[in-house]
């Protein structure tokens, strides 16, 4: 499968979902949608919702069924991101190659912006039209907010605040990964393959699919970083090599968990290889 060309053709329905979802710049209040468009339009890679997209085709659904889970989770994604870029967080100053939300708007704005964010992935997940019924949404919607939540992304973020460099091991570094970013991974596979009708069993697979590439995926990023200096990061306690390896591990964890799946799987797997296998 050509992958890049399975992006190009997915990620416009995506934006253009998220287009009228998300008031004008020009809408008052103007600084906040302003603020609110800043990084997601243009937007990253838009994983999260082209998974979610490719995990309606893999239970036999068209990857439009998909579609209000792709771009609620890419909202959040979105919310999470400027939250994460504050100088109380991560104190990044540029995001998806442009300055962070709190340096050109100013960090009560960036605040403001990432819970409007926050609260139209749940309008989009409830109003964008689809085929799929009241029960299949309530049962993504649940999903998605379980994910974004204290227990889940929320609670990572936190640990992550809270490491101590001197004591922090692998497994304490895989567990605010699989809080702080798998989840939303999780929440996106699972999300389409609700919005699609799939059988429960076929979700649970699903779900331990997403986990696994979620936790890989991350390990993937601090590879790519090179995170050394990064107290939460798997290269710090493992080193690059063995890093390498436990990404590996869990991304055949997961490409297992697609096995009955068949044909129509195809996309999918391609696209969990391609967020744990990477250059950039």
């Given at each position: 499968?050509?992958?890049?060309?399975?992006?190009?053709?997915?990620?416009p329905?995506?934006?253009r979902l998220l287009?009228?979802?998300?008031?004008?710049?020009?809408?008052?209040?103007?600084?906040?949608?302003?603020?609110?468009?800043?990084?997601?339009?243009?937007?990253g890679?838009?994983?999260r919702?082209?998974?979610?997209?490719?995990?309606?085709e893999?239970?036999?659904?068209?990857?439009?069924?998909?579609?209000?889970?792709a771009a609620a989770?890419e909202?959040?994604?979105?919310?999470s991101?400027?939250?994460?870029?504050?100088?109380?967080?991560?104190?990044?100053?540029?995001?998806?190659?442009?300055?962070?939300?709190?340096?050109?708007?100013?960090?009560?704005?960036?605040?403001?912006?990432?819970?409007?964010?926050?609260a139209?992935?749940?309008?989009?997940?409830a109003?964008?039209?689809?085929?799929?019924?009241?029960?299949?949404?309530?049962?993504?919607?649940?999903?998605?907010?379980?994910?974004?939540?204290?227990?889940?992304?929320v609670?990572g973020?936190?640990?992550?605040?809270?490491?101590?460099?001197?004591?922090?091991?692998?497994a304490?570094?895989?567990?605010?990964?699989?809080?702080?970013?798998?989840?939303?991974?999780?929440?996106?596979v699972v999300?389409?393959?609700q919005?699609?009708?799939?059988?429960?069993?076929?979700?649970?697979?699903?779900k331990?699919?997403?986990f696994?590439?979620?936790?890989a995926?991350?390990?993937a990023?601090d590879?790519?970083?090179?995170?050394?200096?990064?107290p939460c990061?798997?290269?710090?306690?493992?080193?690059?090599a063995?890093?390498?390896?436990?990404?590996?591990?869990?991304l055949?964890t997961?490409?297992?968990?697609?096995?009955?799946?068949?044909?129509?799987?195809?996309p999918?797997?391609?696209?969990?290889?391609?967020?744990?296998?990477?250059?950039?």
């Open positions: 499968m050509d992958v890049p060309a399975y992006f190009r053709d997915r990620i329905l995506v934006d287009e009228s979802v998300i008031p004008a710049a020009s809408e008052r209040p103007t600084a906040l949608h302003a603020a609110m468009r800043h990084v997601l339009f243009p937007g890679k838009r994983l919702p082209v998974l979610a997209m490719a995990t309606a893999a239970v036999g659904a068209s990857p439009e069924r998909a579609l209000p889970m989770v909202l959040v994604h979105t919310y991101l400027i939250h994460d870029d504050l100088p109380c967080m991560d104190d990044d100053d540029e995001r998806r190659g442009v300055p962070s939300v709190h340096i050109a708007f100013g960090e009560a704005t960036a605040v403001l912006a990432g819970d409007a964010l926050l139209a992935a749940f309008e989009a997940l109003s964008i039209e689809s085929e799929a019924t009241a029960a299949q949404r309530l049962s993504a919607t649940r999903e998605l907010a379980h994910a974004a939540g204290s227990l889940q992304l609670g973020q936190v640990d992550d605040l809270c490491v101590d460099p001197a004591v922090v091991d692998a304490a570094v895989e567990s605010i990964h699989g809080r702080k970013s798998a989840a939303l991974i999780r929440a996106s999300g389409g393959a919005l699609a009708g799939a059988a429960p069993d076929t979700v649970e697979r699903l331990r699919c997403g696994a590439a979620g936790v995926f991350q390990i990023d590879v790519l970083d090179e995170g050394e200096d990064d990061s798997l290269v710090r306690v493992m080193g690059r063995g890093a390498q390896h436990r990404a590996e591990e869990l055949v997961a490409l297992r968990e697609l096995d009955d799946l068949g044909d129509k799987a195809e999918l797997r391609q696209l969990v290889q391609f967020a744990v296998r990477r250059e950039t």
